[in-house]
């Protein structure tokens, strides 16, 4: 019969440093925003330039409802930010971090095996 190893002070040791269950929810939930193709290449998009949606619509050529509906489902997340200019809200990326998060993922899609 094999011999049962003793993992409890691993097991302490990874609890300890584990997030909270509603921290890691959070996390769970934020990624599921990158599953969007188009919320993706919106934010590439915005990437280059601030962009007002009917700029974005007409860059991505969808409808402008839609691109104003996955704006908002990014916004209340904080992944961009928007200003008001005359009429026209002017979406932006809300920090470096969406960038980095993008850039990493892009990153270890393409990256080679060595």
């Known amino acids: 019969m094999a011999q049962k190893h003793d993992h409890s002070e691993v097991i302490r040791e990874v609890v300890s440093q584990l997030p909270s269950d509603e921290l890691l929810c959070d996390l769970g939930d934020l990624f599921k925003l990158f599953g969007d193709t188009t919320r993706i290449k919106i934010l590439y998009s915005l990437f280059e330039s601030e962009l007002c949606v009917c700029a974005i619509s007409e860059l991505l050529k969808m409808e402008q409802s839609a691109i104003s509906h996955q704006l908002k489902i990014l916004k ?39």
């Open 76 to 114: 209340d997340a904080k992944l961009v930010g928007c200003r008001r200019q005359g009429r026209q809200n002017i979406y932006f990326l809300a920090d470096d971090h969406v960038r980095t998060i993008i850039d990493q993922g892009f990153e270890h899609l393409t990256e080679t095996d060595e």
